[in-house]
């Protein structure tokens, strides 16, 4: 069984074999902090979560198993990181999105009630946001997917809304992460996504040599360099802002939403130059024309996790890519695989 720890609260930890998921279980051991991990392994990694911690293998899409694990273990707080991510893939398998994402939000929301559990901080994505009017995006910008994975996000964070409006012991954190990028300082785990599509990983590989070239999707936007603009937030600062809303959650952060970014934007051109500079590498870029749905410039206006939870990013572009860098050169020479 947890016990409870310094925050004074037990942790269920869902998707915590998962990267983000796992940065943030790391996080909370290094603190003395032993939560428990429910996840499928759909994509995430049993040999994540170190030995002694309290590890149940199930899946969110099925009431039963979240029941069982939420009345064997008395909860006070779910981390949830658990979802399918591939935004492309989102749009050509909606029905996989809104199963994995919303019903087994519905399953745990419902699971959470029987069991009496008050609390969760949810990971949503910069993806519920329309094309932005206005840049940084602050969190009262227009809200509007384009995919389904982004709608996905948006409707599990009106569930939130609802289920606290209706009940008063009820509180939540979302948190809309942007680019999440690095790993780990003291290695072992990191991004590992498949397929992956996310640019910092896809440059590494482009690095190592286990791809051919980086292709970069349009060059002749109104940026810097023509090329799109993102807001990159390396993997700890995230799990830095679960732990001030941890310590938040029934006070000052309360049923609040918070971006997590940067607010500062490099180009892909910009990120590929630094790719090269921190790992010495040189590599083939394959300029290939722009996709459908992507705006030029995503920067997060984090103003609102300041001001509210004392949040800051404290680590660099250079610290994600060289942190991640050790993470790739790692799985590739079969250290951690
Ligand atoms: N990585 C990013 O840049 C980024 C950006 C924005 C938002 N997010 C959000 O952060 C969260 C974590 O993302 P990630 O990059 O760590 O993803 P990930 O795929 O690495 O981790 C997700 C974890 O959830 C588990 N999982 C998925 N479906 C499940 C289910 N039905 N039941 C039980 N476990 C299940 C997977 O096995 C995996 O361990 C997600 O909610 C994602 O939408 C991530």
Redesign the pocket.
């Known amino acids: 069984m947890s016990e409870t720890n310094s925050l004074g609260s037990r942790v269920l930890l ?2 915590g ?5 796992s940065h943030m279980l790391r996080n909370l051991l290094t603190c003395g902090i032993t939560p428990i991990v ?7 990694f049993r040999r994540f979560i170190p030995k002694g911690v309290p590890f149940v293998k ?4 099925q009431l039963a198993d979240i029941r069982k694990v939420l009345k064997k273990f008395k909860i006070d707080c779910i981390l949830h ?5 591939v935004v492309s893939e989102s749009v050509s398998d909606p029905g996989r999105y809104y199963e ?1 994402n919303v019903l ?1 939000f519905i399953n745990l929301i419902q699971a959470m009630r029987e069991a009496d559990v008050q609390q969760m901080i949810f ?4 993806a519920v946001y329309a094309a932005p009017k206005k840049l940084p995006i602050a969190e009262d910008a227009l809200l509007g997917p384009n995919t389904a994975y982004g709608h996905s ?1 948006l409707m599990c964070e009106q569930i939130l809304r609802d289920v606290a409006a209706a009940h008063k012991d009820f509180s939540f954190v979302v948190f809309r ?4 990028a690095g790993a780990y300082d003291q290695g072992g785990i990191g ?1 590992n ?1 498949d397929p992956e599509t ?1 640019l910092i990983p896809l440059i590494l590989k482009a690095a190592l040599g286990e791809k051919k070239s980086v292709q970069v999707f349009g060059d002749d936007y109104p940026t810097v360099d023509g090329t799109c603009i993102r807001d990159f937030i390396h993997v700890d600062d995230v799990c830095d802002a679960h732990f001030l809303a941890l310590k938040n959650l029934t006070k000052s952060a309360r049923n609040q939403t918070f971006n997590l970014g940067n607010q500062k934007g490099f180009s892909v051109k910009q990120v590929i130059d630094a790719v090269k500079k921190v790992t010495g590498q040189d590599f083939k870029v394959q300029i290939c024309p722009p996709r459908a749905g992507d705006n030029p410039k995503l920067i997060a206006d984090f103003c609102k996790a300041k001001e509210i939870l004392g949040w800051k990013p404290q680590r660099s572009l250079e610290k994600m890519i060289a942190s991640a860098w050790a993470w790739e050169k790692n799985r590739k020479a079969g250290l951690l695989a």
Do not use: C, P, Q
């Open positions: 869902i998707g074999a998962g990267y983000v998921g429910f996840d499928n392994l759909s994509s995430g199930g899946d969110l899409r990181f658990a979802s399918a991510i994995n087994s990971s949503s994505s910069a996000k992460y942007f680019n999440v991004e996504h996310h």
